[in-house]
């Protein structure tokens, strides 16, 4: 069963099999958050040989059946070749060497899944259909992504509970407080009308009257 979950990738290795299109795909998403990047191929793109000019990242000519235990380095390696031959091999060597494996030809078998994101000011989303639809995926993401454009509402509902966070942690309020407040500040539709009537102040201004009114029932109860 797959759990999704965002992972830091700055600074770790990815390797990549495959020179073609999807091969070039991945290198350049994990490329472009921060990962140190090196494909494994006998062909290369044309995008793929322009990166490693600029030295962006680092291609090694190899055939698939002569890729092994190098892979030991990597904290994830992605499989982009259409022969599903060759997945059984890196099961193995993954489980060996530990490292997460995406098998980019086989939804069904693959340990990590690579979805189609999106996002917004500080909201980001992942989708993904595991395999059925890639087109489906992207349409449902492109769904969400216009939402996220559109409603400016949510940005200003996200500005007033970040502050409620932020103000609770400052004041010195424990856990189990915060907890029965982030409860009432879900379940108020004043902060939400507030929000969406962009009265940012007022909102932040009541949030943090229930948060002191209810650290007081605690500090009465407490006898202070």
């Keep these: 069963m797959r759990i999704p ?41 044309e995008e793929l040989r ?22 030991s380095v990597f904290d994830l390696v992605i499989v982009a070749i259409g022969d599903k031959g060759f997945n059984e091999k890196f099961k193995e060597l993954a489980k060996r060497h530990k490292f997460l494996l ?9 340990e990590v899944v690579v979805p189609f994101e999106g996002g917004k000011d500080g909201i980001r989303f992942a989708v993904t259909t595991e395999g059925k639809s890639g087109v489906v995926a992207r349409f449902v993401r492109d769904k969400f992504q216009d939402l996220l454009e559109k409603d400016k509402a949510i940005f200003a509902y996200l500005s007033v509970m970040d502050h409620l966070k932020k103000y609770m942690k400052q004041t010195g309020i424990p856990i189990n ?48």
């Design 177 to 224: 407080v915060r907890m029965r407040v982030y409860s009432i500040a879900a379940a108020s539709e004043e902060i939400l009308r507030l929000s969406e009537e962009g009265k940012i102040e007022e909102a932040k201004k009541l949030l943090e009257r229930i948060a002191n009114e209810e650290m007081k029932k605690v500090s009465k109860d407490a006898g202070f």
């Design 5 to 45: 979950l965002f992972i830091e990738f700055s600074g770790k290795k990815v390797a990549v099999i495959g020179g073609g299109n999807v091969g070039t795909s991945r290198a350049k998403k994990f490329l472009e958050v921060g990962a140190e990047v090196t494909v494994f191929s006998l062909e290369f793109s």
């Design 50 to 71: 322009d990166l490693e000019k600029r030295g962006l990242i680092r291609l090694v000519e190899k055939r698939v059946e002569d890729i092994g235990d190098e892979l």
């Design 102 to 110: 995406n098998l980019a030809n086989d939804a069904s078998e693959t």
